[in-house]
Nanobody
Framework: QVLLTESGGGLVQPGGSLRLSCTDS????????MGWYRQAPGKQREFVAS???????NYTNSVKGRFTISRDNAKNTVYLQMNNLKVEDTAAYLC???????????????????WGPGTQVTVSS
């Protein structure tokens, strides 16, 4: 079973940094491909970053060079380090788990069925 919980959100000034964490309470975290999404009020949920079971990463263009996704399988946790935050990064950030075996064997990530409740990130002066 996959059960995700995010943490690390908060209020930060433009140019500041935050590190988000997403922890899975299940027993198969190492085979999961993980993704981070965000949703601002009145906007659609958008992809931010993903990491496969082997550690291969992918980012949306707007966060490349500023955000870094990583994982610690020993802690069942995926991280999103966010630097040089901008006002437009303000959103609820949610993690997503892709538990499909196809993704594991192909070392890829696709939108999965497992979501955390989200953590709010507000960038404001």
């Amino acid at each position: 079973q996959v059960l995700l919980t995010e943490s690390g959100g908060g209020l930060v000034q433009p140019g500041g940094s935050l590190r988000l964490s997403c922890t899975d309470s299940g027993r198969a975290f190492s085979i999961l491909a993980m993704g981070w999404y965000r949703q601002a009020p009145g906007k659609q949920r958008e992809f931010v970053a993903s990491i496969t079971s082997s550690g291969r990463t992918n980012y949306t263009n707007s966060v490349k060079g500023r955000f870094t996704i990583s994982r610690d399988n020993a802690k069942n946790t995926v991280y999103l380090q966010m630097n040089n935050l901008k006002v437009e990064d303000t959103a609820a950030y949610l993690c997503n788990a892709d538990a499909a075996l196809n993704s594991y064997y192909s070392d890829s990530y696709s939108l999965g069925n497992h979501w955390g409740p989200g953590t709010q990130v507000t960038v404001s002066s």
